[in-house]
């Protein structure tokens, strides 16, 4: 048992498995409480609490799935090549929105601070969560944050944004493919954006487009943040 634990196989055929089970599940009963993701995450973990398998055991095969984050960001640029014209039109109000969410988001994270009397270092630690990881590794790490509360932050935020997004947008009645797409990259990153997907194709271009343009506001934003609140 312990051998087939250890093997990388096991993280990955069980995360692949979970997946798709779930997945099949969402696309009988599409509602927000079945989002594939969601589910995953929450069975994998009490299967593992469970169990007694270590997490460094699982992810020896979970983090070959790592290795597909990369590609699959840059793959984001089809859709964004193929929806250029589009955006070159709506260029001006794109940066707006993400530039004013982006500020919005900051100062709501601060007000999330100062109403749960959060450490400093906590602080610096959730900011970044609407920035996909990377970047937000690289903010939190300048802003000497605790890197681990950055990557649960940046999933529960990207994991919220797959249950709430859609039916937020529905309910204020935002139909714009647009407005939809950048709401849900900007908001959730790149699982936000892959949510935005099952909205049209348009929608998913423009999430992949919020995702590098909110990092870069967040990396300008934040700093001067800190510097005025704490």
């Known amino acids: 048992m312990t051998e087939i634990v250890k093997n990388p196989l096991f993280g990955l055929v069980l995360s692949i498995g979970v ?6 599940l969402y696309k009988r009963y599409p509602t927000p409480l079945f989002t594939p993701l969601l589910l995953a995450t929450i069975t994998i973990i009490a299967f593992l609490k469970l169990t007694g398998i270590s997490y460094e055991d699982y992810y020896q095969g979970g983090s070959i799935l790592n290795m ?28 707006f929105g993400i530039g004013l969410g982006a500020l919005v988001n900051t100062l709501l994270t601060v007000l999330f601070v100062r109403v749960f009397d959060l450490e400093d270092k906590i602080a610096m630690s959730i900011f970044p969560r609407s920035v996909t990881t990377a970047m937000a590794l690289g903010i939190s790490e300048e802003m000497r944050g605790i890197m681990s509360v ?17 039916p937020l947008l529905k309910l204020f009645k935002i ?48 700093p001067v943040i800190v510097q005025i609140f704490f």
């Open 150 to 166: 950055t990557i649960v932050a940046v999933a529960a935020t990207g994991l919220l944004t797959s249950v709430i997004g859609i």
């Open 175 to 222: 139909s714009d493919p647009i407005a939809q797409g950048i709401a849900m990259g900007a908001t959730g990153h790149a699982i936000g954006t892959g949510k935005a997907f099952e909205l049209g194709k348009t929608q998913g271009a423009m999430g992949g487009l919020s995702i590098g343009l909110t990092g870069i506001f967040y990396v300008m934003i934040v």
């Open 19 to 24: 997946y798709v089970l779930f997945d099949k």
């Open 68 to 95: 597909f984050i990369v590609p699959s960001t840059v793959a984001l640029a089809i859709p964004m090549y193929r929806n250029f014209e589009r955006m070159k039109h709506h260029f001006k109000s794109i940066i």
